[in-house]
């Protein structure tokens, strides 16, 4: 039984958590955060030009990629709360229970900087190698908002990293025009918050 609910949950070409399991897990998080008053930070991270890496290596290497950044971003993100999820097809999710705004922002870069490190070849784009673009979000929940809210924050930033020239982060800000109207019911945090300990 216990293995029938683990492969229940579990993306069976990278080994990682799947989207449902993220649909589950998420706003169990986010109704623990309002209870205590935490921040929940959420993390979209899309592998960079991936059509063309399948175009150029074939779907099966294209498979062997999307399981060496799956366990890359398995390796980076590890504490025993984080949960690390297929979210579809070359995307991935993050969802960091008690992470600050700050905190959000450092755990992307260096998933961002080692998923360069791979230096998984792609010889489709100018710098040679796989890289992968980050949208993060953060928010303390609220009752007047919803877990999806935080989860759009984080793909607005995504657009943006895609549109400044990918292989970067970007962090959602209130003031971000990419942010669509309305989802700033979300209390997003621009700068580090105290967590009390
Ligand atoms: P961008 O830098 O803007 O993210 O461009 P992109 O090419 O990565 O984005 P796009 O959404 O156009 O392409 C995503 C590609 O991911 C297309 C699809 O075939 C591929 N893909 C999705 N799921 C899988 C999978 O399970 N295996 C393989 N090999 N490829 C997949
Ligand atoms: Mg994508
Ligand atoms: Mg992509």
């Known amino acids: 039984m216990v293995e029938l609910a683990q492969q229940a949950s579990t993306d069976g070409l990278t080994g990682v958590a799947n989207r449902r399991r993220f649909d589950e897990m998420l706003p169990k998080e986010w109704r623990r955060a309002m209870r205590v008053g935490d921040p929940l930070s959420v ?28 366990d890359t971003i398995a390796t980076v993100i590890r504490r025993p709360h984080d949960l690390v999820a297929r979210y579809g097809g070359e995307e991935f999710v993050a969802v960091l229970p008690v992470t600050t705004p700050e905190g959000a922002k450092q755990i992307a870069e260096s998933l961002r900087a080692a998923i360069a490190a791979l230096g998984v070849p792609h010889a489709a784009v100018p710098g040679g190698a796989v890289t992968a673009s980050i949208g993060v979000a953060t928010t303390i929940p609220s009752g007047d908002s919803l877990p999806a809210s935080l989860v759009a924050a984080a793909d607005g930033a995504l657009y943006a990293a895609k549109r ?5 982060i970007a962090v959602a800000d209130p003031l971000d025009p990419a942010s669509p109207p309305g989802e700033h019911a979300v209390m997003l945090l621009a700068s580090p918050i105290r967590v009390a300990s």
Do not use: S, T, V, W
């Not at 400044?164 to 970067?168: E, I, M, Q, V």
């Open 164 to 168: 400044n020239g990918r292989n970067r």
């Open 43 to 70: 993390l979209l991270i899309d592998i960079d030009h991936f059509k063309a890496f399948n175009d150029r290596y074939g779907h099966p290497g294209g498979d062997e990629c999307l399981r060496m950044i799956a």
